[in-house]
């Protein structure tokens, strides 16, 4: 039997002969603004070291207040190169957000958004969100004292929304304060529910992406564009990229490996310089800026409110903006850089704080 | 003759849907009630023992346990005896005692609170919730007002 009889017997069950075509087919537009096209891939790379490191993890953690800390402390000291896995689950985590940071303004700015591509748009917002709930409950499950007061603002936060927001708060805490029953709840989010649902959105937004292929950005339009192979070229460059996000992370991994600090205690003062994960740190920030009262509301209420109306408007960003507009176009670039520069300076002034 | 069909069409497709609505609440009720947390009954605490005087030097502050919630006693420089909810009014942290400042302080968001609980500084909205001290030799006792 040889590896033709092989690819012949297995191509009449999968079909491989058909998925091989559709890659064929697939090409990458060439142009000054290529390079953005790479961050899609690069988040899919790091959530893929998300999901090996994370199972193995799995292997030795255990989700309770009295166990957590204890088996998060053996992993690093104990098992053999237990440090090095939990790192690089850290530090691939904070990589993976920041790419698909980059992955979404690179997108913004290009209008990559706009017909027919707006559902791809919808399940990208998605990922971010699944994303950052993703941040949000893994960093509980280490019960050390600064996740233990990043889950109680951050439900919180929930809580003072208003009609919804009680319930809400105790949906997530499992219970009316941050205890062990939050701890097994959030483990619960962050290996079951968030994977199961991520898995089906990914699914689809990459499948989309297919679909429609690349976008081309609109000042590009309707000029004659070069186009690279997806497969292989364009394919291996995306591979270099992955080789040295494996070197990165290794690098930080080793240099900096991530602090457990001291175990969660529910009878003792916030620490000094408590500060959440960067990517909330401008959220963090203003909500420090925020007054206690704006006119008969509390400040924070106020603050919070502004975020989900935001987020609820990067979400319908594709149906506000409009293509064969050019002065909207602009419009929303304004926006965007607005957006960006804010992040940045609050997030360089919570750092500096 | 012809039959007319529609009204028992109508029908079954009520039966179905209704059948079928019915089926999905009485998979999904469950599941939302048992996603919600069941309410814990509270042994109602209206007072502590929270420490000894002596234990406690001038000008400073600690966290007692009143109930499973946390309070915070304080001595003044002076010498009077405080206490308070330790819980911030901003977004939940838990506060302490600054001596050198001589205020009571949230890490969290920089909130900051006067010797009376007032909220002084920083986005807490309300001042924190005040207890009743009173001393019975050398215990503290604090009970809520």
Same mark, same amino acid.
């Given at each position: ?35 953005? @096209? @790479? ?21 030795? @953690? ?5 166990? %957590? ?23 691939? %985590? ?36 699944? %994303? ?6 893994? @960093? ?214 | ?57 001038? /000008? ?58 007032? /909220? ?13 001290? /009173? ?11």
């Amino acid at each position: 039997m040889n590896a033709e009889t092989v690819r012949l017997w297995l191509d009449d069950r999968l079909g491989i002969g058909s998925i091989a075509a559709v890659a064929r087919k697939k090409e990458i537009p060439v142009h000054r603004h290529s390079i953005w @096209y @790479y961050f899609g891939g690069m988040t899919l790379f790091l959530f893929s070291v998300q999901v090996v490191t994370g199972i193995l993890l799995l292997l030795y @953690y255990r989700p309770s207040a009295e166990t %957590a800390f204890e088996s998060v402390q053996f992993i690093i000291t104990e098992v053999k190169f237990g440090w090095l896995i939990r790192s690089v689950h850290s530090w691939s %985590a904070n990589l993976m957000i920041a790419t698909l940071f980059i992955h979404m303004f690179s997108v913004y700015f290009m209008s990559a958004y706009r017909r027919p591509r707006e559902m791809t748009w919808l399940s990208g917002v998605m990922l971010l969100l699944l %994303a950052v709930a993703f941040g949000f409950s893994g @960093y509980l499950l280490p019960w050390n004292k600064l996740a233990f007061f990043a889950t109680k603002v951050g439900t919180e936060i929930a809580g003072v929304i208003p009609l919804v927001g009680r319930p809400m708060l105790r949906f997530l805490r499992g219970g009316d304060d941050v205890t062990g029953a939050t701890l097994t709840r959030f483990f619960g989010f962050h290996v079951a529910v968030l994977p199961a649902i991520t898995t089906v959105i990914i699914g689809t937004h990459l499948m989309l992406v297919q679909m429609h292929g690349m976008s081309v950005p609109p000042g590009l339009e309707g000029q004659n564009i070069k186009k690279m192979k997806f497969f292989p070229n364009f394919f291996l460059r995306d591979l270099i990229g992955w080789v040295l996000a494996i070197g990165a992370l290794a690098a930080l991994a080793a240099l900096f490996p991530w602090e457990l600090g001291e175990k969660a205690d529910a009878f003792a003062s916030a620490p000094a310089g408590i500060r959440p994960e960067w990517y909330f740190l401008f959220m963090f920030q203003t909500l420090k800026l925020i007054p206690p009262k704006i006119l008969s509301f509390d400040g924070e209420v106020i603050g919070i409110l502004a975020f989900a109306v935001g987020g609820l408007m990067l979400f319908i960003v594709p149906f506000l903006d409009k293509p064969g507009n050019p002065r909207r176009k602009r419009v929303f670039t304004v926006i965007g850089v607005i957006v960006v520069l804010y992040i940045v300076a609050l997030t360089i002034i919570g750092y500096l704080d | 003759m012809e039959l007319d069909n529609t009204g028992r069409r109508r029908f079954l497709n009520y039966l179905l849907g209704t059948g079928f609505g019915a089926t999905l609440i009485a998979i999904f009720y469950p599941i939302i009630k048992f996603i919600t947390p069941p309410q814990v009954i509270e042994a109602t605490q209206n007072s502590v023992t929270a420490g000894k005087v002596s234990e406690l030097a001038l /000008n400073s502050g600690t966290i007692f346990k009143f109930g499973n919630k946390p309070g915070l006693l304080i001595r003044s420089a002076a010498g009077e005896l405080k206490a308070f909810s330790a819980v911030c009014t901003h977004l939940d942290c838990i506060v302490q005692y600054e001596p050198d400042k001589r205020q009571i302080w949230c890490a969290c968001h920089n909130g900051q609170y006067n010797l009376s609980g007032q /909220n002084v500084g920083g986005p807490p909205p309300r001042p924190l919730e005040e207890y009743v001290v /009173n001393t019975r030799g050398e215990e503290i006792v604090v009970s809520k007002a």
